[in-house]
């Protein structure tokens, strides 16, 4: 049950490149107006899994009407439209209700009416899919004790791509993954895909995110292309990356 959000900006504003991290603190507000409870459990907990707690959602970052981009800063107006995504359908219906309530969208200093919200219809899940990128995918991974950011020519990008989409497979469905179901990932226009148009670098409370916005096609199951739409692909999905939109 994906989620339109649509927010009025009647005049223009600048905004940081790195407003995504205030988008996740709004989520958990907007959350946390519906049902407490499930918010501390969002934060606090998530679903555990070797050791590790997710945190089952995703989202887009905003898609604006009008866009100027400066050095360091964007100036936006008109319609700001934001998707958001889930493996746990409470947490969508806690959001829904917290952002009525709420009616607006607080972004730092700023106060943007809620405009409309939509549930999209979900597409028909097939073997083979083509998407495109919402948002940067971001896949790091440590190399001689250091983090770095995979790119879509490294075959490491797409193995932990495959890697993340079979643990949510398995948080969602409760899937046995002694035998899992293959996955083949592959740039839906290689030749013409150019790594330095893809790459977007982002500024996150102080650490540099590099990920990549590109059409991909994935051949999987469909309980499989289902997850990579509820759950996003890569790291970091609950903070604005990752987010994929099936290709018409």
Avoid at 81 to 89: A, F, G, L, Y
Avoid at 126 to 139: A, D, F, I, K, T
Wanted: proline share 8%; aromatic share 12%.
């Amino acid at each position: 049950m994906r989620i339109r959000f649509t927010f009025d900006i009647p005049v223009e504003t600048s905004l940081p490149y790195h407003y995504p991290y205030a988008l996740m603190s709004y989520f958990y507000h907007a959350v946390r107006m519906a049902d407490p409870d499930l918010a501390e459990w969002l934060h606090q907990e998530g679903i555990p899994y070797e050791g590790r707690k997710y945190k089952p959602f995703v989202f887009s970052p905003l898609a604006f009407e009008h866009c100027r981009k400066f050095p360091g800063q964007m100036r936006v107006q008109g319609k700001a439209t934001w998707k958001v995504d889930s493996i746990h359908p409470p947490l969508l219906q806690a959001l829904c209700q917290g952002i009525q309530a709420l009616n607006q969208l607080k972004l730092f200093s700023h106060r943007f009416p809620l405009h409309s919200i939509h549930f999209e219809e979900r597409p028909r899940f097939e073997s083979v899919m083509n998407y495109r990128c919402l948002g940067p995918v971001v896949v790091p991974v440590r190399k001689d004790g250091k983090l770095v950011f995979c790119h879509p020519l490294e075959s490491d990008f797409y193995d932990q791509i495959r890697n993340s989409l079979h643990r949510w497979t398995k948080l969602k469905w409760g899937a046995d993954d002694s035998n899992p179901d293959p996955i083949r990932i592959r740039l839906l226009n290689p030749g013409r895909f150019r790594l330095e148009q893809a790459a977007t670098l982002i500024d996150i409370k102080g650490k540099k995110i590099k990920g990549y916005q590109m059409p991909l096609q994935i051949h999987a199951s469909p309980r499989i292309q289902e997850v990579a739409m509820e759950a996003g692909i890569g790291s970091y999905s609950n903070q604005g990356f990752g987010m994929l939109e099936p290709l018409s």
